[in-house]
């Protein structure tokens, strides 16, 4: 079955500090990647989004990621971490068409020290 | 602005009653989609419709209900039927270009 592994459940990193949020998705010839941000009691927002082209994608608040179809892997990355950015994350992936529903992993808890 | 309605914030329910958990778009979105999200569990599909009229099972309908008489709006029911309804649902809409979700900001349901 299709599926993604988010292996991280959670993280803590410090302010400043660089951050990698893992991601692999299960083999699929056209995959649709995607991360989302949740904050506590609130739905998800894009962070950002990979459907084809340049492996390396920027999204919004400074992150980016990057698609290895090698290693079924789309990493989030983020250079200095705010305490703003503490939050769950979500990778999800859709495949045969960018209007295919979303797969979710079970998501990472980012919490960020001072 | 266009987005996601989704209606009531927090709901509280007695065991044995029936709920309806309401979602609004106004995107002009043909999918959408209801998620249900427990701690440590991601987010799980539930019921999701890509047309009017038509909607179809997702991984854990059991003890759900919807309907999709419009457009804009796809409500959730849970009924007596769900045995452990108290969880954090999500509702999302998406375009028939693709690019991924636009979610509400979710309904928190708890079994009193």
């Known amino acids: 079955a299709q599926s993604v592994t988010q292996p991280d459940i959670h993280i803590t990193v410090s302010e400043g500090a660089s951050l990698e949020l893992r991601c692999n998705y299960s083999?699929?010839?056209?995959?649709?990647l995607f991360w989302y941000v949740q904050s506590p009691g609130q739905g998800l927002q894009l962070l950002l989004k990979?459907?084809?082209?340049?492996?390396l994608v920027q999204g919004i608040k400074g992150f980016e990621a990057e698609f290895k179809r090698s290693q079924s892997s789309f990493n989030l990355r983020k250079p200095s971490v705010h305490w703003s950015d503490a939050a769950e994350y979500f990778c999800a992936v859709t495949y045969g068409g960018a209007t295919n529903k979303l797969i979710f992993g079970t998501g990472t808890l980012l919490a960020v020290q001072p | 602005d266009g987005g996601i309605t989704q209606s009531p914030k927090y709901l509280f329910r007695k065991e044995g009653q029936n709920v309806t958990l309401s979602c609004e778009q106004n995107l002009n979105h043909d999918a959408m989609y209801w998620y249900r999200q427990d701690p440590g569990q991601g987010l799980r599909l539930i019921y999701y419709?890509?047309?009017?009229?038509?909607?179809q099972k997702g991984d854990i309908a059991e003890g759900y209900s919807v309907s999709r008489e419009k457009k804009e709006s796809f409500p959730l029911t849970v009924t007596s039927a769900q045995k452990n309804p108290t969880a954090f649902y999500l509702c999302?809409?998406?375009?028939?270009?693709?690019?991924?979700?636009?979610f509400g900001s979710g309904t928190r349901l708890t079994v009193v």
């Open positions: 999302a809409s998406m375009s028939v270009a693709g690019g991924g979700y636009t």
């Open positions: 419709s890509q047309i009017v009229n038509d909607f």
């Open positions: 990979y459907f084809s082209g340049d492996t």
């Open positions: 083999y699929g010839a056209t995959p649709y």
